[in-house]
């Protein structure tokens, strides 16, 4: 019976805490050889969405333009990686 009860409380907060965790190490962007693109490698958990990733990014995005002096900028691509579990964003600045 404990364990039913375990179970129910577990999978009970399991919405909760869905997309709890995205980090970049310290590796916000990196330049590509395009002029103006950037990538950026935002690692999740097991319970991050991409849709986690991408505000994760768009935040990352913000802080970018502010200290390099770009106006605006556009996700030209993503891709997804399973070990590590991480998305990587494609994004091209304009200042």
Known sequence: MRKILL??????????????????????????????QYSSKIYTNAFASQKE???RVNEESKKFMAEKGYKSYKIISTKTETFPSAVIFVAQFTK
Not at 10 to 20: D, E, N, R, T, Y
């Open 53 to 55: 990733a991408t505000d």
């Open 7 to 36: 179970m129910a409380v577990l999978l009970g907060l399991l919405p909760f805490i869905h997309g709890c965790a995205t980090a970049t190490y310290g590796k916000a962007f990196e330049p590509t050889s395009t002029p103006g």
